[in-house]
């Protein structure tokens, strides 16, 4: 599996910004995708996960502000970030998941390459 994101870029603060994740290889319809993110100094977390189906989870600090979506014939997942405040500010990085991930709360082992988010205050 590959992954593939795109999208961060410098924004100001009230600003948006909608990264994409292209993966390859097989079964991407079946399996949950997430986002995550990484300040400088911070640990890695999770921002939102999606699932086949298209049930969300978001993390309470982007409730209300992000979005997860995916396109299965474009094996691609988004993430639309609106409102953006300077504490958004991180690397984000896709991450495909099995199911067993997903209802255990953890990572998958696959991850893009990340793309930095920048929101100037």
């Known amino acids: 599996v590959q992954l593939q994101a795109s999208g961060g870029g410098l924004v100001q603060a009230g600003g948006s910004l909608r990264l994409s994740c292209a993966a390859s290889?097989?079964?991407?319809?079946?399996?949950?995708m997430g986002w995550y993110r990484q300040a400088q100094g911070k640990q890695r977390e999770l921002v939102a996960v999606?699932?086949?189906?298209?049930?969300?989870n978001f993390a309470d600090s982007v409730k209300g502000r992000f979005t997860i979506s995916r396109d299965n014939a474009k094996n691609t997942v988004y993430l639309q970030m609106n409102r953006l405040k300077p504490e958004d500010t991180a690397v984000y990085y896709c991450?495909?998941?099995?199911?067993?991930?997903?209802?255990?709360?953890?990572?998958?082992?696959?991850w893009g390459q990340g793309t930095l988010v920048t929101v100037s205050s």
């Open positions: 991450n495909v998941q099995t199911p067993a991930d997903y209802y255990a709360g953890r990572a998958g082992d696959y």
């Open positions: 290889g097989s079964s991407f319809s079946i399996k949950p």
């Open positions: 999606i699932t086949s189906g298209g049930s969300t």
